[in-house]
Nanobody
């Protein structure tokens, strides 16, 4: 099993910054992709940013230039630095991890989600 622990959410004023973290632990053999998603009330979950094991990144147009995704492979942790936050960034933010886990039946692919952390941008 894999556990994902997210942290860093909270209340911030427009124009402010937050840094989200998501640490993966458990019987992880390898991680090939980590990403951040968000879901605002009444809206579908959307992909914000993703990063591969080789540190290739991609971003949604809505956050490009304001958000930066990074990862620490040694710690199995992914980060999302969020700058110039806007009220429309208010949402629950989720991390996602894809890779390979070790099981008693051999290696298996994994696709895990964190429980989410609330980000509120308001004055």
């Amino acid at each position: 099993q894999v556990q994902l622990v997210e942290s860093g959410g909270g209340l911030v004023q427009p124009g402010g910054s937050l840094r989200l973290s998501c640490a993966a632990s458990g019987s992880i053999f390898s991680i090939y992709a980590m990403g951040w998603y968000r879901q605002a009330p009444g809206k579908q979950r959307e992909l914000l940013a993703a990063i591969t094991s080789g540190s290739s990144t991609n971003y949604a147009d809505s956050v490009k230039g304001r958000f930066t995704i990074s990862r620490d492979n040694a710690k199995n942790t992914v980060y999302l630095q969020m700058n110039s936050l806007k009220p429309e960034d208010t949402a629950i933010y989720y991390c996602n991890v894809q890779g390979i886990i070790a099981t008693s039946e051999g290696p298996k692919t994994m696709d895990y989600w964190g429980k989410g952390t609330l980000v509120t941008v308001s004055s």
